[in-house]
């Protein structure tokens, strides 16, 4: 994946690679020492609450999605799910 700045992420919306569409970034986690992007924070979209992934949520109920699972950053975000 090519370099993208955190702040061009913000309110993108992230779909799976199956066309699932999944909410929209929140925010982004980092790692503390490297400061390489470790997650994307992932507002759940109001119709997928009730369906079940294997992404971890946060204690704000927001999807929590590893970075090596995002396939394409582009006007949306692709995810493998």
Known sequence: ??????????RKAVV???????GTI???TLH???GELVDLVVEPARRFRSRSVD???NADDRL???LDRVAVVNDTIVVDN
């Open 55 to 57: 992404f971890e949520t």
């Open 64 to 66: 929590l999605i590893p």
């Open 1 to 10: 994946m090519s370099d993208v700045f955190a702040s061009a992420l913000t």
């Open 26 to 28: 929140h925010d982004v």
């Open 16 to 22: 799976g690679n199956d066309g699932v569409e999944f």
């Open 32 to 34: 503390p020492t490297s």
